[in-house]
């Protein structure tokens, strides 16, 4: 009989408390799952748990944190070797956000879902927010110098993230590719005027 490393039995006892706990939320809110529940439902008992967690808030933050360090990754691969970022050059094929996002459907419909109730929109909020402050500086000063440059990173950042979150929410009706190639679109399309609405 082999010996497994050990390395190997916490990372597969980790995936097995992970899974565990995303099949529960998909049946009741994360608060009204219990430390029992998760491992009578994993197969373990609770000092297997209380070894690597302190309390499921732990298991949960965890799954979320690998969970950006992968989108971050996405984030990341358009322009991992650039300085500069020309989105008249950039292919759309090269945004891979949104790939993410769908190949991870199951985990943000799950986690956007009003009734997981854990605060994810705000937690994944912050941490696009974040990324996009600390690695993009925008470019301004070609259509007007008056522009305040923080006001403008907000509004084309949270432009950006409301696009993402509705995609999701909205059960990802468009493909990545698609989102990708409109992302480019509209970061280098400019809109002078606008035209009212007439109410009927």
Request: hydrophobic share 40%; charged share 30%; net charge neutral.
């Amino acid at each position: 009989m082999s010996i497994q490393h050990p390395d190997k039995r916490v990372k597969r006892t980790k995936e097995k408390f992970r899974e565990v706990v995303l099949s529960l939320m998909e049946e009741k809110s994360f608060h009204d799952i219990t430390i029992t529940e998760i491992v009578k439902a994993a197969d373990f008992n609770r000092g297997t748990f209380y070894a690597h967690y302190e309390k499921k808030e732990e298991l949960l933050d965890e799954i979320i944190e690998e969970m950006f360090e992968k989108m971050t990754e996405a984030f990341r691969k358009p322009y991992l070797y650039l300085s500069v970022v020309d989105f008249n050059e950039l292919p759309s094929n090269s945004i891979i956000l949104f790939d993410h996002f769908l190949e991870n459907k199951r985990f943000y419909k799950l986690m956007l879902r009003p009734t997981t109730n854990y605060n994810f929109h705000e937690k994944m909020t912050k941490r696009l927010d974040k990324l996009f402050r600390e690695e993009f500086g925008f470019l301004t000063t070609e259509i007007d110098p008056a522009i305040d440059i923080q006001l403008f990173s907000t509004y084309r950042i949270h432009g950006i993230i409301g696009l993402i979150l509705e995609w999701i929410e909205n059960d990802f009706p468009q493909s990545s590719s698609y989102m990708g190639d409109q992302l480019i679109h509209i970061l280098k399309f400019y809109t002078p005027k606008i035209y009212i609405k007439k109410k009927k």
